[in-house]
């Protein structure tokens, strides 16, 4: 199997669980940033697998973008989405701002990585905007991001049946 997989990232997390998705998938990976390159030609891969972070309800401009224009190619090929977001209970949401309702509905497999916040990494104002989130969070009982591990494993399992 030949799998290529797509993704944007922000801070870097996104990119780690590609790393960890690469190891655990069955044959050749290539593994493409899609916030710094642009997607090969997908006719060479057997298998696609798109996913990106969430920020303010929505994955990365480039991998909505690439989902829209290589839809009819996509839905041609087993296909994994995934979204790394610090609040799972979000994910439908996330996922139907995130890519087209065909290609949704085409996925072989869709996770939820969980997330982390990497403040040391944002910038000044997203770094002010996800205080007042962790701080309205943690008066509403929500629980901090965190990473879920457990889920690119199973994630990778469902993608290699």
């Known amino acids: ?6 993704y944007g ?13 690469n190891a655990a998938l069955s044959g050749d990976v290539t593994l493409v940033d899609l916030s710094k390159g642009t997607a090969p030609e997908l006719g060479g891969f057997d298998t696609v697998i798109v996913g990106g972070s969430i920020y303010m309800g929505r994955v990365q401009a480039k991998v909505s973008e690439f989902c829209a224009a290589h839809e009819a190619e996509l839905l041609q090929k087993p296909l994994g989405l995934f979204l790394c977001c610090g ?12 890519f087209p309702e065909a290609v949704r509905k085409h996925a072989k497999a869709v996770g939820c990585f969980g997330g982390e916040l990497r403040t040391a990494r944002m910038k000044p104002m997203h770094k002010l905007i996800a205080g007042m989130m962790q701080k309205a969070g943690g008066k509403s009982g929500i629980e901090p991001p965190k990473p879920n591990p457990q889920a690119v ?6 993608m290699n049946a």
């Open 1 to 6: 199997m030949n799998t290529l997989v797509l």
């Open 153 to 158: 494993l199973d994630f990778a399992a469902a």
């Open 87 to 98: 609040l799972p209970q979000n994910l439908q949401e996330s996922m139907t701002n995130s």
């Open 9 to 21: 990232t922000q801070y870097g997390y996104t990119a780690e669980c590609a790393a960890k998705l």
